[in-house]
C-alpha cells in the first residue's frame, strides 16, 4: 500500500503494525491520511471514543479529599480535605469498601449500599440469592460508575474461581475457565449471572495460579479498580486480570516489579493498582523502604497487554528533609484536617429512621445556583469558593506548602529502619501520588519531583478506642453532582 511518502507496506504488514499499537497512538494516526483512517476503519481497529467533557459532572476543583478507613478508632471512616471544604454525606461508622469516579460502597447491616457523598443520594442494593461461592475469602466487590458514558452504575461480586486441573498437564494444553460474576446494574435494579470467557490474553499458567487456594491472608483478589468500561483486579500471584463486560471476555498479565505480598491487614499498602482517569493504569510499589517505581500498562488493540516502567526514584532525599523540617519546628499540623460529616447519607426509605439530619442546618441542602441538572457547584465548597473554582485565599494546590530538597539532602545517608513510606492513591487530575512518607501525607508530583504538604499522619488519630489501632484503606475523592441515585428525602 502506498501511503503517499514513497513507502510502500504490504497490506496484511500495515494492518498488523496498527494493530499492535497502543491507543493513543493509534488514535493519533488516524489523523494522518484518509487511507489510514479508511484502513483503521474497515478492520474495526478504532480506538475508543475519548470521554465526554467531565465540567458538566465534576468541579473545576477535582481534589475533593481522602477517604481513609480506620481500626481501633470510634469512627470506621474519616474524611480528610483542604481547607474550607464543606461537610459531606457519609456514615462514619461504616467502613468504605470501593470509591468510583465520586460515588462510594460500603456496607451497613449487611446490606451493600451505593453512596454519593456530594449529594446524600444513596441506593441500597437488593440481597444477592443465593449467596455467591465464596469459602474462606473475604468477598471483594468493584464498583463502577463512569458520569461520562452513563448516569448508571454496576457492582461486580466475583465467585470463586474454578479449580485448576489437577495432576500433570502438558504447559501448551492448560486452558483458562469461564470466569463467573454477579453483576447489580441500576438501570435494571436487579443482580444477574455473568459469564467471562478468555480473551486475547490469557496465559493458562497465570490462571492456575490465581485459582489456587489460598487462605485469608492471601485472598484470591487484594483489591480493583474500574477504568474506561473495565474492571482492573490486583490477585494473587501477583497477576493482573482485567473484566471486559462490553465483550464478555477477560485478560490475565503478569505484574512487574517485586514479588511478594500486595497488601497487609493493619497498614496502608506498598504496592498498589491505581487508576487516573486521564491517564490509565498503573502499578505502584515501594521497595527497600523508599524507592519508588510506577509502570504504566499499555493495552494493545489486538488485545495484548504489557508494562513500562514510567518511574524510579529515590523519596530518600524527600524523606531526610521532611524529618529534618520537623525536627526544626517549621512543619507542625498541615493546612488539610479531618472533616466531620453531615450526619450520614439521606434516608435510604421513607421508613428508615437510622439516619438523623436533624443536626444539619436547612440552608446547607439548598440547591441555588444550579445548572439545572438536580445539583449545585456549591454544596461541596465553603462560602467562600462558591463557584468550586479553588480561589478559596485559604489553600491553592498549585502553590502552596511545597517542600524543596537542599542540596546535599542525598549525602546524608541511606534510610533507617524507622522510615517507611506508604501509598495512599493517585491524584485525580494530576500526574502525581498522594503518600505518607515518614508520617507526612504529600502530593508527590511525578513530572518534577517536587513535594506539597497536606497534613501530618498524626491527623488522623482521632477519638481511639483501643491501644492497637491503624489505617487500613484509602481513597482518593473528587466529588460528582451527577447520578441517578433515587432522592433519598422524598
Given at each position: 500500500?502506498?501511503t ?8 496484511d504488514?500495515?494492518?498488523?503494525i ?23 476503519s ?10 465526554l467533557?467531565?465540567?458538566p459532572y ?19 471512616t474519616?474524611?480528610f480535605?483542604?481547607p ?14 470501593q ?29 444477592l440469592t ?7 475469602e ?14 448508571h ?15 500433570e498437564?502438558?504447559q ?21 449471572n455473568?459469564?467471562f ?8 499458567h ?7 487456594p ?19 483486579m490486583?490477585c494473587r ?16 498479565v ?14 496502608l499498602p ?18 527497600d523502604?523508599?524507592?519508588?517505581r ?13 508494562w ?6 529515590s ?36 421508613d ?15 440547591e ?8 449545585s ?7 467562600e469558593?462558591?463557584?468550586?473554582d479553588g480561589?478559596a485565599?485559604s489553600?491553592d ?8 530538597i537542599?542540596e546535599g539532602?542525598?549525602?546524608?545517608g541511606p534510610?533507617?529502619?524507622r522510615?517507611?513510606?506508604e ?5 485525580p487530575?494530576k ?16 513530572d ?27 481513597f482518593t ?14
Open positions: 500500500m502506498n503517499g511518502d514513497g513507502i510502500s507496506f504490504p497490506y504488514v500495515l494492518v498488523d496498527f494493530g499492535r499499537l497502543p491507543r493513543r497512538a493509534l488514535a493519533r494516526s488516524c489523523c494522518v491520511c484518509r487511507t489510514w483512517r479508511a484502513l483503521i474497515a478492520h474495526n481497529l478504532n480506538p475508543p471514543l475519548l470521554p467533557p467531565l465540567p465534576f468541579p473545576r476543583r477535582p481534589l475533593g479529599g481522602i477517604f481513609f478507613c480506620k481500626l481501633g478508632y470510634a469512627s470506621n474519616c474524611f480535605a483542604p474550607g471544604s464543606r461537610r459531606l454525606f457519609f456514615p462514619d461508622e461504616e467502613e468504605v469498601d470509591l468510583c469516579n465520586g460515588l462510594i460502597l460500603l456496607h451497613r447491616n449487611g446490606r451493600k449500599c451505593v453512596l454519593n457523598p456530594a449529594t446524600g443520594r444513596c441506593s441500597r442494593l437488593p440481597s443465593p449467596p455467591p461461592r465464596v469459602v474462606g473475604p468477598i471483594v466487590e468493584s464498583l463502577a460508575f463512569d458520569p461520562a458514558v452513563s448516569l452504575f454496576d457492582v461486580f461480586l466475583l465467585e470463586e474461581l474454578a479449580r485448576p486441573n489437577q495432576g498437564v502438558p501448551q494444553l492448560k486452558r483458562p475457565q469461564v470466569v463467573r460474576s454477579f453483576v447489580y446494574s441500576s438501570s435494571t435494579e436487579q443482580w444477574e455473568r459469564e470467557v478468555p480473551g486475547r490474553c490469557t496465559p493458562g497465570l490462571y492456575d495460579a490465581v485459582a489456587t489460598g487462605n485469608t491472608y492471601n485472598p484470591t483478589v487484594w483489591s480493583s479498580v474500574y477504568w474506561r468500561g473495565s474492571i482492573y490486583h500471584k501477583d497477576t493482573l486480570m482485567v473484566l471486559r463486560p462490553s465483550c464478555g471476555t477477560y485478560d490475565m503478569q505484574l512487574p516489579g517485586k514479588p511478594g505480598s500486595a497488601l497487609s491487614l493493619f497498614s506498598r504496592k498498589s493498582l491505581l487508576a487516573s482517569y486521564e491517564r490509565g493504569i498503573h502499578y505502584v510499589e515501594i521497595i523502604k523508599l524507592q519508588l510506577v509502570w504504566i500498562l499499555t493495552e494493545s488493540t489486538y488485545g495484548q497487554l504489557w513500562t516502567l514510567a518511574y524510579d526514584v523519596l530518600n532525599p524527600h524523606c531526610h528533609m521532611i524529618k529534618t523540617l520537623t525536627v526544626q519546628g517549621i512543619m507542625k499540623w498541615g493546612p488539610w484536617g479531618i472533616v466531620g460529616n453531615r450526619g450520614g447519607p439521606t434516608k435510604l426509605t421513607k428508615d429512621d437510622y439516619y438523623d439530619h436533624s443536626d444539619v442546618d436547612d440552608d446547607d441542602d439548598e441555588e445556583d444550579g445548572d439545572g441538572c438536580g445539583y457547584w456549591n454544596s461541596f465548597y465553603s462560602d469558593d462558591k463557584d468550586g480561589d485565599d489553600w494546590e498549585d502553590k502552596d506548602n511545597f517542600i524543596d537542599d539532602t542525598e549525602l546524608l534510610p533507617s529502619w522510615d517507611y513510606c501509598i495512599v492513591g493517585f491524584h487530575h500526574n502525581a501520588l498522594i503518600l505518607i512518607i515518614h508520617s507526612a501525607v504529600v502530593v508527590y508530583h511525578l518534577t519531583s517536587r513535594m506539597q504538604y497536606l497534613g501530618d499522619e498524626k491527623q488522623l488519630d482521632g477519638c481511639p478506642i483501643q491501644h492497637a489501632r491503624s489505617v487500613t484503606g484509602s475523592y473528587r466529588p460528582c453532582y451527577a447520578d441517578v441515585l433515587p432522592d433519598g428525602q422524598s
